[in-house]
């Protein structure tokens, strides 16, 4: 009996010592950080360069159209991708599937107090940035392509998309052979009339005076079918030479391009793969690099409020003829750099409103 009652004591020792082993190793790992340092709503990321416990993490809204755009988002993410891996720093990432869902993912980022810095893309988020800054006043918000000026905790970051614009338009006026260029566009607004159709359109003038523009609206920023349709029809009317400046909506321009055979001129990022041997060109926005300041800045307590602009002198656009088969006259190359130039120095106008449209032409016949 003593024997027996031993043997039970013993037992229920070792399985005593088995489920504190368990319950100890359930602890630790509930604790331990996502080791790709991306966090998903409600986790928290590894830690931050330096090694601090409470790490510096950052968060981004996206445009509508979300990532793989080739475009809009997939510029300013960039940014974000080179902190991951450069900085350490854990990335929250949110893809709305439309306008209406924005105000809400600002205001729960910012409530839960996790984001030294919190980022919006595109004029579409600007109103619900202002409202969560105005509501979580020491929560720091970046929006990128946006003008605010005038919120402490906000910092604007707009690149000059129109100056972009012209020189897109530039190459279209070299290459049209029907005085007709067009441009696939997504959601009508003032703001897309006067950054992008009309320096697109002085762009174009610049090198032939006759050339004429026309604009379809996709009604979306990402449903590539509907720009692929409107850059057919685009073509069906005339236009030799279409530019995609319509995020995710833009990509059907290539497959349509593919089809017709008809010229094509990408938007944002580096396009020109989608369609190499149709595709001249890919007007740039640089939003990555400056997304990437601001992370390095707020970390460093020196981020300002207020606008960051930044336009072909400081980097912030360009274009690109990497990737394409479309062959380049050296003298078209030579005069698109002295364009480009000129704009730096203010000889070349770029206009931002169909006001001011008929005065840049006539001063720019010139150039």
């Known amino acids: 009996m003593k024997k027996s009652g031993m043997k039970k004591t013993i037992a229920l020792f070792m399985v005593l010592l088995v489920l504190m082993s368990v319950l100890g190793a359930c602890g630790s790992s509930a604790g331990a950080p996502n080791s790709t340092g991306q966090s998903s709503a409600g986790q928290t990321g590894g830690p931050a360069a330096g090694g601090s416990e409470d790490p510096f993490k950052v968060a981004i809204v996206l445009a509508l159209g979300g990532l793989g755009d080739g475009s809009y988002n997939d ?3 960039e940014g974000f991708v080179r902190a991951e891996n450069e900085l350490g720093i854990p990335v929250q990432v949110v893809e709305p599937s439309e306008v209406a869902e924005m105000q809400g993912h600002f205001v729960e980022l910012a409530r839960s107090g996790e984001y030294g810095l919190i980022f919006g893309v595109g004029y579409e988020c600007e109103e619900y940035v202002v409202a969560a800054a105005e509501q979580f006043p020491d929560q720091k918000f970046v929006i990128m392509d946006s ?3 005038d919120h402490d905790n906000i910092t604007s970051v707009q690149i000059s998309g129109p100056q972009m614009c012209f020189l897109c338009g530039a190459i279209a006026g070299m290459y049209s ?7 696939v566009m997504g959601i009508a607004s003032p703001s897309m009339t006067n950054r992008g159709i009309v320096p697109y359109t002085a762009g174009a003038r610049l090198i032939n005076p ?4 026309r604009v379809k609206y996709s009604g979306s920023w990402s449903d590539s079918s509907a720009g692929k349709e409107i850059a057919l029809a685009l073509n069906q009317e005339g236009c030799d030479v279409i530019m995609s400046y319509a995020g995710g909506s833009g990509l059907g321009a290539f497959p349509a391009a593919l089809e017709k055979g008809f010229y094509v001129i990408g938007t944002g990022g580096n396009q020109n793969s989608f369609a190499p041997d149709l595709t ?13 300041i601001c992370i390095q800045e707020a970390m460093a307590g020196t981020l300002q409020s207020g606008l960051k602009d930044a336009g072909l002198a400081e980097g912030g656009v360009g274009y690109t003829t990497d990737g394409s088969n479309v062959p380049m006259d050296p003298a078209n190359a030579e005069r698109l750099e002295r364009i480009t130039q000129q704009i730096i120095d203010g000889s070349v106008i770029v206009p931002e409103s169909e006001s001011d449209l008929d005065a840049a032409i006539a001063n720019n016949a010139n150039a």
């Open 147 to 149: 003008t605010v000026s």
């Open 210 to 213: 006759d050339i004429e523009i």
């Open 75 to 77: 510029s300013v993410y």
């Open 280 to 292: 001249i060109a890919s007007g740039l926005f640089f939003y990555g690099n400056l997304a990437y």
């Open 177 to 183: 052979k029907n005085n007709m260029a067009g441009i």
